[in-house]
């Protein structure tokens, strides 16, 4: 079984930062692709940042610049950097991973719960 805990969400004002991160746990051989989305009401779930294993990025145009993802592959985290935070901003952020868990080279998406990311005054 595998797992996916976010942890780090709360409330900040505009303009402040604040840091989420997501661990991975249970029965792993390999994590591909890590990243982070956001459901905003009335939309569909949007990208955020997603990471390879390798390192390489991809970012939402609006984050660009102002979100910085990263990922420990020895311990099997994920993290999200977020400054000069919006309203906008304000969304439940998921974590997903792509993971081979029993069959090598056979990768699965999982998803977290979800941390909460308020940004207001």
């Known amino acids: 079984q595998v797992r996916l805990v976010e942890s780090g969400g709360g409330l900040v004002q505009p303009g402040g930062s604040l840091n989420i991160s997501c661990a991975a746990s249970g029965t792993i051989i390999t994590i591909a692709t890590m990243g982070w989305y956001r459901h905003p009401p009335g939309n569909q779930r949007e990208l955020v940042a997603t990471i390879t294993r390798g390192g390489r990025t991809n970012y939402k145009n609006s984050v660009m610049g102002r979100f910085t993802i990263s990922r420990d592959n020895a311990k099997n985290t994920v993290h999200l950097q977020m400054s000069s935070l919006r309203p906008e901003d304000t969304d439940v952020y998921f974590c997903?991973?792509?993971?081979?868990?029993?069959?090598?080279?056979?990768?699965?998406?999982?998803w977290g719960q979800g941390t909460q990311v308020t940004v207001s005054s």
């Open positions: 997903t991973a792509d993971i081979s868990s029993t069959v090598v080279n056979s990768y699965k998406a999982y």
